[in-house]
């Protein structure tokens, strides 16, 4: 009998020891997980240069899933419905429109904020042919210019351009490197998108090693239209007073070369007339006295 109370005993001891431990973890405080996952997606119609600059952020996000083409460019909430589904809480949407312009989504779904740049000169890295490499999967520091943290719109843009292009440690498909830098410049209300290669030289006399960065590519400029309180609808919380939209830099230069064309019209016209006013002499009287 004394030695089942000595079993006993030692039970309730492990039993304590147990729910100690159990309590201990409750009450620490749990540790963040970066869980950021992209949907990365575009709408019909867009060109084969727009195409390739979407596989180029796809090759340099491994926590990206692509998804295919959406058809409507009006219901744009269902991408929330499609991020939902794929286990995302981002997206980067491709709008393409006259085969021409090309238009970013960048949206936390489902409660928002987005933001809708315009996207200009465009190179991809089949283009540009430029000597930087890295590693696919590997993560990138993402760099951002001082002027972000001056206005508040900024700040938004760069928390959620952060949550976009910074790849998380959870991720599955990434590798344990960091050999890329990610930078995004403010210069004449635009944000410049550049990718560099960081490369190390050691030429054995120094102890420290040489680093300089390299240009990988792809390359293209964002200029901000709009931000939207909700993900891709919402009312507008910040509106850019300086962004022209292309059909009117459009609709400009026709009306230049129409002025063009009217101003060779009347030169043509004037210069008509000119020799008209030369070709006609004054009359002779002694004409019509052999009549």
Same mark, same amino acid.
């Given at each position: 009998?004394?030695?089942?109370?000595?079993?006993?005993?030692?039970?309730?001891?492990?039993?304590?020891?147990?729910?100690?431990?159990?309590?201990?973890?409750?009450?620490?405080?749990?540790?963040?997980?970066?869980?950021?996952?992209?949907?990365?997606?575009?709408?019909?119609?867009?060109?084969?240069?727009?195409? #390739?600059? !979407? +596989?180029? @952020?796809?090759?340099?996000?491994?926590?990206? =899933?692509?998804?295919?083409?959406?058809? /409507?460019?009006? &219901?744009?909430?269902?991408?929330?419905?499609?991020?939902?589904?794929?286990?995302?809480?981002?997206?980067?949407?491709?709008?393409?429109?006259?085969?021409?312009?090309?238009?970013?989504?960048?949206?936390?779904?489902?409660?928002?904020?987005?933001?809708?740049?315009?996207?200009?000169?465009? #190179?991809? !890295? +089949?283009? @540009?042919?430029?000597?930087?490499?890295?590693? =696919?999967?590997?993560?990138?520091?993402? /760099?951002?210019? &001082?002027?972000?943290?001056?206005?508040?719109?900024?700040?938004?843009?760069?928390?959620?351009?952060?949550?976009?292009?910074?790849?998380?440690?959870?991720?599955?498909?990434?590798k344990p490197f960091v050999d890329h830098v990610i930078t995004f410049s403010i210069v004449d209300g635009r944000i410049w998108f550049r990718n560099y290669q960081?490369?190390?030289?050691?030429?054995?006399?120094? =102890?420290?090693?040489?680093?300089?960065?390299?240009?990988?590519?792809?390359?293209?400029?964002?200029?901000?239209?709009?931000?939207?309180?909700?993900?891709?609808?919402?009312?507008?919380?910040?509106?850019?007073?300086?962004?022209?939209?292309?059909?009117?830099?459009?609709?400009?230069?026709?009306?230049?070369?129409?002025?063009?064309?009217?101003?060779?019209?009347?030169?043509?016209?004037?210069?008509?007339?000119?020799?008209?006013?030369?070709?006609?002499?004054?009359?002779?009287?002694?004409?019509?006295?052999?009549?």
């Amino acid at each position: 009998m004394a030695k089942l109370s000595s079993n006993d005993d030692n039970e309730m001891e492990v039993d304590e020891i147990q729910t100690k431990t159990e309590e201990k973890k409750n009450n620490q405080p749990k540790e963040f997980k970066n869980r950021q996952r992209v949907m990365l997606l575009c709408s019909r119609g867009i060109t084969a240069r727009h195409r #390739h600059l !979407m +596989s180029d @952020l796809q090759a340099l996000l491994p926590h990206a =899933k692509k998804d295919s083409k959406l058809d /409507s460019k009006s &219901k744009l909430y269902i991408l929330n419905e499609l991020a939902d589904i794929n286990n995302c809480n981002n997206c980067i949407y491709f709008e393409g429109r006259k085969h021409t312009d090309l238009y970013m989504w960048i949206s936390k779904t489902p409660n928002g904020p987005s933001i809708k740049f315009h996207v200009t000169n465009i #190179h991809t !890295m +089949s283009e @540009l042919h430029l000597t930087g490499n890295c590693l =696919k999967g590997s993560r990138p520091i993402v /760099s951002f210019d &001082k002027t972000f943290d001056t206005t508040p719109h900024y700040k938004l843009i760069k928390e959620v351009l952060l949550h976009n292009f910074s790849t998380p440690t959870t991720s599955r498909r990434i590798k344990p490197f960091v050999d890329h830098v990610i930078t995004f410049s403010i210069v004449d209300g635009r944000i410049w998108f550049r990718n560099y290669q960081i490369v190390e030289k050691n030429d054995g006399t120094k =102890k420290e090693k040489e680093m300089s960065l390299v240009e990988i590519g792809p390359r293209f400029v964002l200029q901000v239209m709009r931000i939207f309180d909700g993900s891709f609808c919402g009312s507008t919380i910040f509106k850019n007073g300086d962004f022209v939209s292309p059909n009117t830099i459009r609709r400009f230069q026709k009306q230049e070369m129409s002025m063009k064309y009217k101003s060779r019209i009347n030169r043509n016209l004037e210069h008509a007339k000119h020799l008209q006013e030369a070709n006609n002499l004054p009359s002779d009287p002694l004409d019509e006295v052999f009549q």
